[in-house]
């Protein structure tokens, strides 16, 4: 069996998301939040319908990865969200369909986000599960599908640190546990990771087109930048300079 952290370049390229929101276990005896509280949603597969996978599909020519897997998402399950920057992608290949998929973490904080009707709900049954009990219930699942769960795993203690420590969880009663303030504070904080990420971006292209500008302003006046006072260009071996 292949390895599905190997990718092909001769696959094909997909997206898709992993929906996760927080629920506190009904066995918790504190406000902590574990692997227990965290739960992610699987859906039937649109051809057997016997196995339990991530939603995801095909690219459109004129979509980014992240927008095609927040559509696949909503078309296959019904759930909106907010991708978690906290969390990195997961890219894995799946060897029996000759496709490389790239699943991204979709905080799914507002129960208005689960819609009850959905697109494809005549092919698809959707399930929400514990992150720490998905694998012993589900048995036997795809490879891929089994790779992205256990990074997730491992990866997921960064945001259940930051929410643990932000909130004083260890010290909050359960019966006061702050669903609500949680989902907003994950809301927020990736919303404004998003928008320094876009800020960014201008500001590398504002930095870009300033130094085309001024290059072009140089070619106008007569003078390149790029060459030294004898003619020879800055790139050139020091042996041209001196002959």
Same mark, same amino acid.
Not at 44 to 62: E, L, R, Y
Not at 130 to 148: D, F, N, Q, T, Y
């Given at each position: 069996?292949?390895?599905?952290?190997?990718?092909?370049?001769?696959?094909?390229?997909?997206?898709?998301?992993? @929906?996760?929101?927080?629920? $506190?276990? +009904?066995?918790?005896?504190?406000?902590?939040?574990?692997?227990?509280?965290?739960?992610?949603?699987?859906?039937?597969?649109?051809?057997?319908?016997?196995?339990? &996978?991530? @939603?995801?599909?095909?690219?459109?020519?004129? #979509?980014?990865?992240?927008?095609?897997?927040?559509?696949?998402?909503? #078309?296959?399950?019904?759930?909106?969200?907010?991708?978690?920057?906290?969390?990195? @992608?997961? %890219?894995?290949?799946?060897?029996?369909?000759? &496709?490389?998929?790239?699943?991204?973490?979709?905080?799914?904080? $507002?129960?208005?986000?689960?819609?009850? +009707?959905?697109?494809?709900?005549?092919?698809?049954?959707?399930?929400?599960?514990?992150?720490? $009990?998905?694998?012993?219930?589900?048995? #036997?699942?795809? @490879?891929?599908?089994?790779?992205?769960?256990?990074?997730?795993?491992?990866?997921?203690?960064?945001?259940?640190?930051?929410?643990? %420590?932000?909130?004083?969880?260890?010290? &909050?009663?359960?019966?006061?546990?702050?669903?609500?303030?949680?989902?907003?504070?994950?809301? +927020? %904080?990736?919303?404004?990771?998003?928008?320094?990420?876009?800020?960014?971006? +201008?500001?590398?292209?504002?930095?870009?087109?300033?130094?085309?500008?001024?290059?072009?302003?140089?070619? #106008?006046?007569?003078?390149?930048?790029?060459?030294?006072?004898?003619?020879?260009?800055?790139?050139?071996?020091?042996?041209?300079?001196?002959?």
């Amino acid at each position: 069996m292949m390895n599905c952290n190997y990718l092909s370049q001769n696959y094909n390229d997909q997206a898709g998301c992993i @929906p996760i929101r927080i629920k $506190k276990d +009904e066995n918790s005896t504190n406000s902590l939040i574990t692997q227990d509280d965290i739960q992610i949603m699987l859906v039937t597969s649109g051809t057997s319908g016997m196995n339990w &996978v991530f @939603p995801k599909g095909s690219i459109k020519k004129s #979509e980014s990865n992240k927008k095609a897997a927040k559509r696949e998402t909503f #078309e296959e399950s019904g759930i909106k969200g907010k991708i978690l920057h906290q969390l990195s @992608p997961i %890219t894995l290949a799946d060897h029996n369909k000759g &496709v490389n998929i790239t699943y991204f973490p979709l905080f799914v904080g $507002k129960k208005k986000n689960t819609k009850k +009707e959905w697109m494809e709900q005549t092919k698809r049954q959707r399930k929400w599960f514990r992150l720490s $009990k998905v694998l012993p219930i589900l048995g #036997e699942v795809k @490879p891929h599908i089994e790779a992205a769960i256990l990074q997730l795993q491992r990866s997921i203690g960064t945001l259940q640190q930051q929410l643990n %420590t932000t909130f004083n969880l260890q010290s &909050v009663p359960l019966d006061q546990f702050p669903q609500t303030e949680i989902a907003d504070f994950v809301i +927020e %904080t990736n919303k404004k990771k998003k928008k320094d990420v876009q800020d960014g971006k +201008e500001g590398k292209k504002k930095k870009e087109g300033g130094k085309k500008d001024k290059k072009k302003k140089n070619k #106008e006046n007569g003078s390149d930048p790029s060459k030294t006072d004898n003619g020879t260009t800055a790139s050139e071996p020091l042996a041209q300079c001196i002959q």
